[in-house]
């Protein structure tokens, strides 16, 4: 299974196997998970037919991309085939820049991934960085400090940094070529940008159906619970007018007989009342006045000794 796809020059074969023995080294990884294209021992079978769909199909299972950037590297088409169909995948990319080039001489396409230039002071830490990287993304572990793993690391830096071009200046067809490339990576860019855009046009309107939907979820909870407490409400008042009903039924029915033991008793309401005769009469020798009787009851009939008797030996309290 590919893990690291090494994209370079056919000159610069003798680079890319000093990184393979480093990255061999650094990392508990089978030389076998390493494709290059100009090595057939690292998988890329040259006899076939359609090299074109061999390197798509390894790019596509490929996890990391490693570019070996050269004077040379960066004259073949078969570099910038290679970087547009890796690049629109969201996988780790890594250009390595030779000596005489900076990172404005680098296409377009890798210009905005993280670059190591071989000819900073700081390479050492820059690959220490990469293999930190790989070991993240391809989920493997570092192999620990030995000198073999720094010998390793130091022949692929020093060899890095004595390069020479090898190659003579691009011919017209090749240029075309190129130029070919480049325009169908530009077209690759404004698809996938386009396709980007649409995508967060398409979250944002997720997110916005998803926020009206709970807003729709809240309505409908609160007007249930509207419609619950509307229901208790009514209850409550159905409850009160029946209590208050009663009330009135209790009041209007205040005369009502009481029975002790065989004594009819009928209840007779407060109120105020004149006393006395009319002044009229001349035998009145006080002035009529107001009293006020607290409501009593009262024998509905007379009642005989018998029960006189029962109800004179009853105790005080009632």
């Given at each position: 299974?590919?893990?690291?796809?090494?994209?370079?020059?056919?000159?610069?074969?003798?680079?890319a196997?000093?990184?393979?023995?480093?990255l061999?080294?650094?990392?508990?990884?089978?030389?076998?998970?390493?494709?290059?294209?100009?090595?057939?021992?690292?998988?890329?079978?040259?006899?076939?037919?359609?090299?074109?769909?061999?390197?798509?199909?390894?790019?596509?299972?490929?996890?990391?991309?490693?570019?070996?950037?050269?004077?040379?590297?960066?004259?073949?088409?078969?570099?910038?085939?290679?970087?547009?169909?890796?690049?629109?995948?969201?996988?780790?990319?890594?250009p390595?820049?030779?000596?005489?080039?900076?990172?404005?001489?680098?296409p377009?396409?890798?210009?905005?991934?993280?670059?190591?230039?071989?000819?900073?002071?700081?390479?050492?830490?820059?690959?220490?960085?990469?293999?930190?990287?790989?070991?993240?993304k391809?989920?493997?572990?570092?192999?620990?400090?030995?000198?073999r793993?720094?010998?390793?690391?130091?022949?692929?830096?020093?060899?890095?940094?004595?390069?020479?071009?090898?190659?003579?200046?691009?011919?017209?067809?090749?240029?075309?070529?190129?130029?070919?490339?480049?325009?169908?990576?530009?077209?690759?860019?404004?698809?996938?940008?386009?396709?980007?855009?649409?995508?967060?046009?398409?979250?944002?309107?997720?997110e916005?159906?998803?926020?009206?939907?709970?807003?729709?979820?809240?309505?409908?909870?609160?007007?249930?619970?509207?419609q619950?407490?509307?229901?208790?409400?009514?209850?409550?008042?159905?409850?009160?007018s029946?209590?208050?009903?009663?009330?009135?039924?209790?009041?209007?029915?205040?005369?009502f007989?009481?029975?002790?033991?065989?004594?009819?008793?009928?209840?007779?309401?407060?109120?105020?009342?004149?006393?006395?005769?009319p002044?009229e009469?001349?035998?009145?020798k006080?002035?009529?006045?107001?009293?006020?009787v607290?409501?009593f009851?009262?024998?509905?009939?007379?009642?005989?000794?018998?029960?006189?008797?029962?109800?004179?030996?009853?105790?005080i309290?009632?």
């Amino acid at each position: 299974m590919t893990k690291i796809f090494i994209s370079h020059s056919h000159a610069d074969e003798a680079i890319a196997d000093l990184l393979i023995d480093f990255l061999g080294e650094a990392m508990k990884i089978d030389k076998d998970d390493i494709r290059c294209t100009s090595d057939p021992n690292h998988g890329l079978d040259f006899s076939s037919s359609s090299i074109s769909d061999q390197l798509k199909n390894d790019l596509k299972n490929a996890t990391a991309l490693i570019v070996i950037a050269t004077i040379d590297s960066l004259k073949s088409p078969w570099l910038l085939f290679e970087v547009g169909s890796f690049w629109t995948t969201d996988k780790l990319v890594a250009p390595i820049i030779g000596p005489g080039l900076k990172i404005a001489d680098l296409p377009g396409l890798l210009r905005g991934y993280r670059s190591i230039q071989i000819e900073k002071e700081d390479v050492f830490y820059e690959l220490g960085e990469l293999i930190n990287q790989l070991e993240k993304k391809l989920d493997v572990k570092q192999i620990g400090a030995s000198r073999r793993k720094d010998k390793k690391l130091n022949a692929f830096i020093k060899g890095f940094q004595d390069w020479k071009p090898k190659l003579s200046t691009i011919t017209q067809s090749q240029k075309q070529e190129i130029e070919k490339l480049e325009a169908q990576i530009q077209e690759l860019n404004k698809d996938l940008s386009e396709a980007r855009s649409q995508s967060v046009h398409l979250q944002e309107k997720e997110e916005k159906i998803a926020h009206l939907e709970n807003e729709l979820l809240e309505a409908r909870s609160q007007k249930e619970t509207d419609q619950n407490e509307i229901i208790h409400l009514r209850e409550q008042i159905e409850e009160r007018s029946q209590q208050k009903l009663e009330i009135n039924q209790k009041k209007q029915n205040q005369n009502f007989i009481e029975q002790l033991g065989e004594l009819e008793m009928i209840f007779i309401p407060s109120g105020t009342l004149i006393m006395d005769l009319p002044e009229e009469d001349s035998n009145n020798k006080k002035s009529q006045h107001e009293v006020t009787v607290q409501a009593f009851y009262m024998g509905k009939f007379l009642i005989t000794h018998a029960l006189y008797q029962i109800i004179y030996a009853l105790p005080i309290s009632l």
